[in-house]
Nanobody, 127 residues
Framework: QVRLVESGGGSVLPGGSLSLSCAATGHTDLIKVWAWYRQLPGRSREPVASLTVGGATPDYVDSVKGRFTVSVDHRENTFYLQMDDLKPEDTARYYC????????????????????WGQGATVTISS
């Protein structure tokens, strides 16, 4: 099991910056993917960015490319989302997600895939 706790967010003017953190505890050694999703008012949850452990580069949805940056501190098991040049359409509740499962070195058993979600953090961009 992995537990995720988000922090950060808040309210900012258009063009401003905010950052979110996602601290993971539990079986963090099993995390294969870190991701940020967001849910806009009246819409379903959508992916924003993801980072595969051991992967080359993060993936970003087109609408945030060049403005958002993700990073992970593996020692602290914390995932970050830096959001710059924020726009009103970025207003949403942001959720951290991790994925565990599959095969792992040293483990004979294949683990069932599972998604783990944080509680969310609200980001509001308004003038």
């Amino acid at each position: 099991q992995v537990r995720l706790v988000e922090s950060g967010g808040g309210s900012v003017l258009p063009g401003g910056s905010l950052s979110l953190s996602c601290a993971a505890t539990g079986h963090t050694d099993l995390i294969k993917v870190w991701a940020w999703y967001r849910q806009l008012p009246g819409r379903s949850r959508e992916p924003v960015a993801s980072l595969t452990v051991g992967g080359a580069t993060p993936d970003y949805v087109d609408s945030v490319k060049g403005r958002f940056t993700v990073s992970v501190d593996h020692r602290e098991n914390t995932f970050y989302l830096q959001m710059d040049d924020l726009k009103p359409e970025d207003t949403a509740r942001y959720y951290c997600k991790t994925v565990t499962g599959g095969t792992y070195p040293g483990r004979s058993r294949t683990l069932e895939y599972a998604d783990w979600w944080g509680q969310g953090a609200t980001v509001t961009i308004s003038s």
